[in-house]
């Protein structure tokens, strides 16, 4: 017997008392209008709401709404009941548990038997569902602390003999683990540091053979190729060997770097991403373009990503060789640019970079200079433009002492336009002064008694 079948039987003797009341207008009897009417058409009879009382006990819920001024026998209610799927054991129970107080009802009638109410029938139902529960939670703490029981009940050396035995196994497992490791990597490296063979299955000799750990070190080989195939360059010479004559082969070499250099990479919701060119961008590559200089950009960007954009705003071919990420070093989560494998003199090498950390292995040779963060005003290009080419006028041995002295100020290029500034005022002032020498010898004629004649 099921719950909601359980609950219908303790409400089966009230349901001649309950009823229904329609408060809805639109409600037509099929026999014609009703002859008397309706009590509680008038909408004032209730002004106040009705109180509802819930009534919950475990999986049954019902709600009964009690209208004001009435008694309890006219309740109008309607028990929301779910069918609840209980266990078979527990309908089995409960089906008892009603055999038995239906027979106990039958057997001691009351002499004086009290009207019941539908609460009153529920409440009677909650304590014996609550008697139910607490007599069925029972076998199952019985069963869980008799298990309880028997852990305590132990004796001493049985606890002893299982914690040996816990221990031996631990041990057992360990050796198995730790046996089976050492085998499949001496597997590993038998079957992995072979030695490699020809079209005709012999072997190929190499530096390793001949000797018994040979697989292992063509393992470590192996490790050590491809950690330098991550963290080294990509080949020992960056660049090729200078021009021979008849060509031309620019004395000084300009090492640049791209993002936020030359172009600003920049990513908006119309756009999406792209690469801003910096102003006067054009002019810095006419000035330091070849023959003045040997253009080389070294970027830490992929070859994929940077390669078009330097294609794209150098259709001149101003700038001779490209380098990317793949010929960078890779240190402590940093792309640094090792100069010492461009294939070049290093006294006549300038750097230009931002971030003194991609120039660390060569600090005397980079020319640090402010980030471009995409400002349309900037005119920083023309400033370093003329002082490259102040260095190159200068036709200087070794360039690096010039790059040190710039790089200690936070913009070099503007420090050069100072001093540049300087000096022109500087020669301006001595163009104005008149020259005290020249006048001496103009009135030295008169002053020893001969005249000044002008050769003709």
Partial sequence: ????????????????????????????SLLGPPAVANPYADNGRNRFAAPIIPINHGNVFASIKVPINETPEAIA??????????????????????KVEIAKEASTPSPNPAPTTAIDELNSLKDSL???????AKPSSSSGSSGDNNDHTSTPEEIEARRKRMERNTRIGGYVVLGGSIIGFISFCFYYGRAQRDEAGNVIADEFSGSFLAPFYRIANSFKLWRDYVVEPAREQLLPDPLPAPYLQPKYTIVIELKNI?????WTYKTGYRFLKRPALDYFLDVIGYPNFEVVIYSSESMMTAAPVVDSFDPKQRIMYKLFRDCTKYMNGHHVKDL?????????????????????????????????????????????????????????????????????YDDPAKEFRRRAVYLSQQEE????????????????????????????
């Fill in 1 to 28: 017997m099921s719950l909601s079948k359980l609950s219908q039987t303790c409400f089966s003797r009230h349901q001649a008392k309950t009823f229904i009341r329609f408060s809805s207008s639109d409600f037509k």
């Fill in 77 to 98: 209610y309607k028990p929301a009941v779910e069918d609840v799927k209980e266990p078979p054991i527990a309908e089995r129970i409960m089906e008892k548990a009603l």
């Fill in 130 to 136: 609550n008697k139910l529960e607490e007599a069925a």
């Fill in 262 to 266: 030359l172009v600003h990479p920049e």
């Fill in 340 to 408: 010492s494998k461009l294939n070049r003199d290093l006294s006549k090498v300038i750097y230009i970079d931002f971030d003194a950390k991609s120039g660390q292995l060569n600090p005397e040779n980079m020319l640090r200079v402010p980030e471009w963060r995409g400002n349309m005003d900037d005119t920083s290009l023309v400033d370093l433009a003329e002082l490259l080419k102040t260095i190159h006028l200068s036709d200087a041995e070794d360039v690096r002492p010039m790059l040190q002295y710039y790089s200690q």
């Fill in 429 to 456: 002032q001595k163009k104005q002064q008149p020259d005290e020498s020249s006048m001496l010898k103009r009135y030295s004629g008169r002053l020893f008694g001969f005249r000044r004649h002008a050769s003709a």
